[in-house]
């Protein structure tokens, strides 16, 4: 079945990096987008932005642009989100997701915790 | 960037009842609207694609309609696991996606 398969939990200092990945099975991973979505606790759900894995070509939300980035491995079928310059309000869970218009499905979620 | 308003922010409902959410767009999304599901601690659940489609194996008491700015999601009979939190999310303006704030569905 498909399947996104998301890394673990991360707590990270203020000012740091993370960098979440996002393992897929079941469809030919170069064959859609993977877009990313976080969730800040008890908050809706914020778009982040999108990869294709096919060309790697990207674009972000205008809030994350200059601290995103979205990459791909397509030998592993992986793609990756790495949030830099880290503060408490990126505390949150942050979710990959396969794009056909849609999102279906959705990883697990990985919680990235920012704390002093 | 297109706003997407939902309503309420909280619905309680007897199980059994029917429930019935609101979805509205800031300009028009054609039927470029999709419905999702989140249950506490769990990933978001795509419930309906094109406004009106059921994903696979969402059950029949699920029903989506609405084109342009104005949408709804209905649930005809609810049931114990219907109580969730519900988003709306617009896919007209590519890449630019853009969610509702979500409507809680709470047991009366």
């Known amino acids: 079945q498909v399947q996104l398969v998301q890394s673990g939990a991360e707590v990270k200092k203020p000012g740091a990096s993370v960098k979440v990945s996002c393992k897929a099975s079941g469809y030919t991973f170069t064959s859609y987008d993977i877009n990313w979505v976080r969730q800040a606790t008890g908050q809706g759900l914020e778009w982040m932005g999108w990869m294709n894995p096919n060309s790697g070509n990207t674009g972000y939300a205008q809030k994350f642009q200059g601290r995103v980035t979205m990459t791909r491995n397509t030998s592993i079928s992986t793609a990756y989100m790495e949030l830099s310059s880290l503060r408490s309000e990126d505390t949150a869970v942050y979710y990959c997701?396969?794009?056909?218009?849609?999102?279906?499905?959705w990883g697990q979620g990985t919680l990235v915790t920012v704390s002093s | 960037e297109i706003v997407m308003t939902q309503s309420p922010a909280t619905l309680s409902v007897s199980p059994g009842e029917r429930a019935t959410l609101s979805c509205r767009a800031s300009q028009s999304v054609s039927s470029n609207l999709a419905w999702y599901q989140q249950k506490p601690g769990q990933a978001p659940r795509l419930l309906i694609y094109?406004?009106?489609t059921r994903a696979t194996g969402i059950p029949a008491r699920f029903s989506g309609s609405g084109s342009g700015t104005e949408f709804t999601l209905t649930i005809s009979s609810l049931q114990s696991e219907d109580f969730a939190v519900y988003y709306c999310q617009q896919y007209n303006n590519w890449p630019q996606y853009t969610f509702g704030q979500g409507t809680k569905l709470e047991i009366k």
């Open positions: 094109g406004a009106s």
């Open positions: 997701a396969r794009e056909g218009g849609w999102f279906d499905p």
